[in-house]
């Protein structure tokens, strides 16, 4: 009885063949994995920190282009000037200039509770006289859309890299 129970159980053959085919699949798969991750969250951060530092820039030449007219008190202005920013810039979801005193220049776009960039302007280049403050939030749309477009990518071009070692390994063999 002992002896038929043995000779049904199968038993797993180790080959050295076999071990080098399953870690010639498997490692590479897992690198592949890891270095996916990797490039992805490298790609998140560069494209991020390029988008803020667009918008910081955005931000910055408009409160130039505003600056003259908040010195002078030039509200109207300051408000066309917001008015066709916040409708002609792409992404600008809410756009708020504000005087000395607290009180709403122009308010534009939707409410949100996002951060802002912010950005104060002053009577001279001392900083000392506060003559207003710009806040805008811009979508972050077009940035999420770069990371998972190359992120994409790089799981396309791991697959068939994927792809080509296993037919390799086929051909091979």
């Not at 690198?31 to 931000?59: E, K, P, R």
């Not at 506060?130 to 979508?139: I, K, P, S, T």
């Not at 972050?140 to 791991?158: A, C, D, E």
Request: net charge neutral; hydrophobic share 45%; proline share 2%.
């Amino acid at each position: 009885m002992a002896n038929i129970l043995e000779k049904l159980i199968i038993k797993p053959q180790r080959s050295l063949s076999g071990l080098f085919s399953v870690y010639s699949v498997v490692v590479p798969i897992v690198l592949g994995i890891v270095m996916t991750c990797l490039t992805g969250f490298a790609v998140y951060w560069v494209s991020d920190h390029a988008f803020n530092q667009a918008h910081q820039n955005w931000v910055d030449m408009f409160t130039e282009n505003i600056r003259q007219d908040m010195v002078k008190g030039n509200h109207s202005e300051v408000f066309r000037k917001c008015k066709k920013f916040a409708n002609e810039a792409d992404g600008v979801v809410h756009l708020v200039i504000k005087d000395s005193f607290g009180k709403d220049v122009c308010n534009e776009g939707l409410l949100s509770t996002s951060p802002h960039l912010i950005k104060k302007i002053y009577f001279d280049s001392s900083g000392s006289e506060l003559v207003g403050e710009v806040e805008v939030l811009l979508e972050q749309k077009s940035r999420n859309k770069i990371v998972m477009i190359t992120l994409g990518f790089l799981l396309f071009g791991f697959s068939l890299l994927t792809v080509l070692i296993k037919t390799s390994q086929i051909n091979y063999q």
